[in-house]
């Protein structure tokens, strides 16, 4: 048996797969569980959320144990026949889901080859397997990878379906993996599975749900009705983003630390600590004397559910009083009382809850969804916990190396507001996630900064109402309603979110983490400036990850050994700078109805910090920086939470050597970097900048408004009637095109580099203009056509006061040639140089100005443009200086390379059928060619990349007639 196509990508046939056959007893249909049926509807309502449902976990095998594949397929089978829900699959029969256990069959496992001890091929495994949804229908609810170094299976990865199995049941599972491949079976029986759970249900314990429903009901009586929803300096409600669900993350050993203080002082689970510091952070700052908690109960209270291989996680719902006001030590009291009473009644047919709740008038899926849902997601490790020895002052400390940031956001969720905790290697992480049509991203921070801040406070003092420590950082104004995590006793059966995107906290591997503080600007709003919005366009169509990269700008800085830089004085100068540039400082978020920039006054930016192990190996910290930039410009900006500037600090003994910068292009363009990167050279020396920043996104935004329009329908004109009756390059294939679709090729030439600064000093041109006249002659010169379209990238800095704005402001124009009279080269260089000029003065306006007039032409926008060729010089070297001695034409002859041009690169989907891109290179030019492969062969791409190079090496010391074709020549004697 082989995974399904639509749930495993169909190029994975083509990797290494086993097989794990297995048998065992029960099979045949039975209901679903209760768990299982809040799931399916779930699933039915939002579609298949596989972040929370898909359990991945991974089992490392010891070198010595020497495990070969074929005994680690067994081990496989073994479990699985032994477990009956891990051969369960759900099936609607009869218009009703049921859940059918098979009595023997085939699981795959796929075997990925790793290196060491084959931790990083087991990661990158278990994202592959877990970042796709289960076909619940036709696939088995377990997938298996066997991560193999020197032919020993050294890392099982097993991702869960959430059907079946809770995240206690997965560790059950895991177990007993570990004991048969180490033992070869084991003589216990298993515990009840799925099949066996749901029996019990429909049939003994109505009687226990009905109790529950019940419970449900009195205490949602105990409630103030209506219950009044907390307020927001935002409006409650808005357009959201996309996704809607945000989540932030705040990873810190102080909240781990100062919770098994505060739970060894008053005789509590770590849990139920949590719980009451949540409870005291969200219902604080209102008057209302009781509020719901919602923990998710694991449901194994029962002797029998032990070791049930199920999912039996489920919600319980209690009420907390807040009468008197008690301090925080009553109300880790009340709140521990509270939510166990939730749990005893957390076991319950969901349909028969729903119905209970409709009857009175009560629509569950929107009643419950403004409170506040907490799930402690933490397994219990056993034993008793010991408490921490340390000082108030040391884990005040501590604070200071807690790290947040932001994480993946959900499509979907069944709360406005969600918290949960989960274990990390530097003490605990707790996310919390807010849809962001109810609530403010703004809000998140301070939350879960305050709570770190209350708990340090309480472990050593007593806090009294309204439990905000004098010392916390500032709480949310929101008063937000209390859903409650477990205590200890009820870990939850949910697994923790997996973080999609990694983060700058999480990119910085093996490094610390510190913040660069700003404060003193504006808190303002505006709408995107038009570059912004041309660059918006382009982050909605690349979907693939390599495109993504286009639009991350990485820059290093280094830092002489003799300035003394440390990292403090690095970190002042990160913050000085983004206090001054306030579009470093801006996010992008729907305001009114529009997407809009908003510009912090006040904030921290992290920084990561990478010290070089051993100097020898790094002295000046270049080696590191260069993966540091790769790392940090590998994953797309979040503008809705992120600031678009990424930091990371390398140091060699102590002082800083490499600043790395990564922009989003969203903000800054090339030129903006180059005037950031001067400025933060300032800032490390001097501390400080006399002359004022140039103008920041806003204030272009807000010319843009007033004095732009003019320019912009002038420009918008001018694209109108050059494109009018102009060629198209590549109208029509020419084949069926390659697989991927789109590639790149690259020529690095030193050859193109000296030969395009002679050609441009010769004929008075820059050689900017001479590539696009070059790329021009290359791709018309076989050709009859009269005219030719280059679209060229423009910087729009020609306005005034517009040379030193640190913003987006690059882009594209038309160069149209006119080709009539079949032009030498020397004369079609002194063409394309004005129609290039032409081309730049019309390259600022309105995007959607744009759009609009090409629509009604009955073009379609998205693709108009997509047959011409798109030449981006990117190149920020000066021009040459026309007094300049370049190498004789021997010289130049032999620097170039028969066969040079090499693929780089392979994309699935691009905006261009032909782009050509100019790079810097040492010594050198790099000329860089996507091409479509359906309208562009790759022999054709290749040789239009050659072809230039040849004309330009001709052109430098011969003239050039149509149709451009240069004869080869030798390279003069001598």
Do not use: K
Not at 107 to 135: H, I, K, N, S, Y
């Amino acid at each position: 048996m082989r995974f399904v196509d639509v749930v495993v990508p169909a190029e994975w046939a083509s990797e290494t797969l086993v097989h794990a056959e297995f048998s065992g007893d029960g099979a045949g249909l039975s209901p679903l569980t209760w768990a299982q049926r809040v799931m399916w509807r779930s699933i039915a309502r939002n579609g298949a959320n596989h972040v929370f449902l898909n359990l991945r976990r991974t089992v490392p095998v010891s070198a010595r144990a020497g495990a070969e594949v074929p005994a680690v397929a067994r081990a496989v089978g073994a479990l699985v026949g032994r477990h009956g829900s891990l051969r369960t699959r759900v099936r609607v029969v009869g218009g009703e889901p049921r859940q059918e256990t098979a009595a023997a069959g085939v699981l795959p496992l796929l075997v990925c080859v790793g290196a060491q001890d084959g931790a990083e091929a087991a990661r990158d495994t278990a994202g592959r397997l877990g970042d796709v949804a289960f076909d619940h229908a036709a696939e088995w609810p377990l997938r298996v990878a066997l991560v193999t170094v020197a032919d020993r299976v050294r890392q099982v990865v097993v991702v869960f379906s959430h059907s079946t199995v809770d995240a206690h049941a997965a560790e059950t599972v895991l177990r007993e993996l570990r004991l048969i491949m180490l033992r070869g079976g084991l003589p216990t029986p298993a515990g009840p599975q799925s099949v066996d759970v749901a029996r019990w249900q429909h049939d003994a314990d109505r009687g226990r749900s009905a109790r529950s429903i019940g419970h449900w009901l009195r205490e949602w009586d105990r409630l103030p009705t209506p219950l009044p929803l907390p307020t927001s300096p935002l409006p409650a409600a808005g357009p959201g983003l996309t996704p809607p669900w945000r989540r932030g993350v705040l990873v810190s050993s102080a909240v781990d630390t100062a919770t098994r203080l505060i739970a060894a002082r008053h005789r509590v689970s770590g849990s139920a600590v949590l719980l009451a510091g949540v409870a005291a952070m969200a219902t604080g700052r209102h008057e209302r004397d009781r509020c719901g908690l919602f923990p998710m109960a694991h449901n194994r209270f029962r002797t029998e559910y032990a070791n049930a291989v199920a999912n039996l996680g489920q919600i319980g719902f209690g009420v907390l009083d807040l009468s008197g006001r008690p301090h925080f030590g009553e109300l880790l009291s009340r709140v521990w009382s509270a939510s166990l009473d939730g749990l005893r009644h957390a076991y319950y047919d969901p349909v028969a809850l729903r119905h209970a709740f409709e009857e009175r008038g009560v629509d569950p899926a929107s009643a419950f969804a403004p409170h506040y849902y907490f799930n402690d997601v933490r397994l219990p490790v056993g034993g008793v916990d010991r408490v921490p020895a340390v000082t108030q002052d040391e884990l005040r400390a501590a604070t200071g190396r807690s790290t947040f940031s932001w994480t993946a956001g959900l499509d979907q969720a069944s709360w406005h507001l969600l918290t949960h905790v989960v274990d990390e290697p530097a003490g605990v992480g707790v996310t919390l996630t807010v849809d962001t049509r109810h609530r403010t991203l703004d809000d998140v921070e301070p939350f879960l900064r305050g709570l770190e801040e209350l708990l340090v406070e309480a472990a050593f003092h007593e806090v009294p109402w309204p439990w905000s420590p004098a010392t916390a950082t500032a709480a949310p104004t929101a008063a937000l309603p209390v859903v409650a995590p477990p205590p200890a006793t009820a870990a939850p059966a949910t697994a923790p979110p997996v973080a999609a995107a990694p983060t700058t906290a999480r990119l910085v591997v093996g490094g610390g983490l510190t913040y660069a503080e700003f404060h003193g600007g504006r808190d303002a709003t505006a709408p995107l400036t038009w570059g912004q919005r041309a660059m918006w366009r382009t982050v909605a169509e690349f979907v693939a990850p390599a495109a993504y990269r286009v639009l991350t700008l990485p820059r290093t800085l280094a830092v002489s050994v003799r300035a003394g830089v440390d990292v403090p004085r690095a970190v002042r100068a990160v913050g000085a700078l983004v206090a001054r540039h306030e579009s470093l400082r801006t996010r992008v978020r729907p305001h009114d109805g529009e997407l809009c920039q908003q510009a912090s006054a006040a904030g921290r930016l992290p920084v990561g910090v990478h010290a070089v192990p051993r100097a020898v190996d790094d002295p000046d910290g270049a080696a590191a920086a260069a993966e540091l930039a790769a790392q940090l410009s590998g994953s797309p900006f979040d503008h809705a939470v992120e600031y678009p500037l990424r930091v990371a600090l390398v140091t060699v003994d102590d002082r800083v050597r490499q600043i790395v910068l990564v922009f989003s292009h969203c903000a800054v363009d090339f030129h903006a970097a180059t005037t950031v990167l001067r400025d933060l050279r300032v800032l490390l020396l001097r501390g400080s900048l006399d002359s004022p920043p140039g103008l920041q996104s806003l204030d272009l935004a807000a010319r843009e408004r007033t004095t732009g329009l003019r320019r912009s329908q002038r420009a918008v004109a001018y694209w109108v009637r050059q494109f009018t009756g102009l060629p198209m390059n590549l109208a029509d294939p020419v084949g069926s095109g390659s697989t991927p679709r789109y590639r790149q090729g690259s020529l690095v030439s030193p050859a193109a580099h000296h030969a395009g600064r002679l050609v441009a000093a010769r004929h008075g041109v820059s050689t900017s203009t001479v590539l696009v006249a070059a790329t021009a002659a290359v791709l018309t010169g076989d050709g009859g056509q009269d005219a030719c379209g280059i679209v060229v990238m423009a910087n729009n800095r020609f306005p005034p006061g517009y040379d030193h704005a640190v913003a987006t402001l690059n882009q594209i124009g038309l160069c149209r040639l006119d080709l009539a009279d079949r032009p030498d080269f020397a004369e079609l260089l002194s063409r394309a140089g004005r129609a290039s000029l032409d081309a730049y003065r019309h390259a600022y306006y309105d995007p959607a100005e744009f759009e609009r007039a090409f629509t009604d032409l009955g073009h379609d926008h998205r693709s108009v443009l997509a047959p011409l060729c798109y030449l981006n010089d990117t190149r920020l070297a000066s021009e040459v200086d026309p007094g300049a001695v370049g190498p004789d034409e021997a010289a130049l002859r032999g620097m170039v390379t028969p066969g040079a041009v090499r693929w780089v690169g392979e994309l699935d989907r691009f905006a261009w059928r032909c782009r050509v891109q100019v790079r810097d290179a040492p010594g050198a030019v790099e000329l860089v060619v996507t091409a479509d492969t359906r309208y562009l062969p790759a022999e054709r791409a290749e040789r239009l990349l050659s072809g230039v190079e040849a004309l330009l090496v001709e052109a430098a010391f011969h003239e050039v007639p149509w149709p451009w074709s240069p004869t080869v020549r030798a390279a003069p004697a001598g």
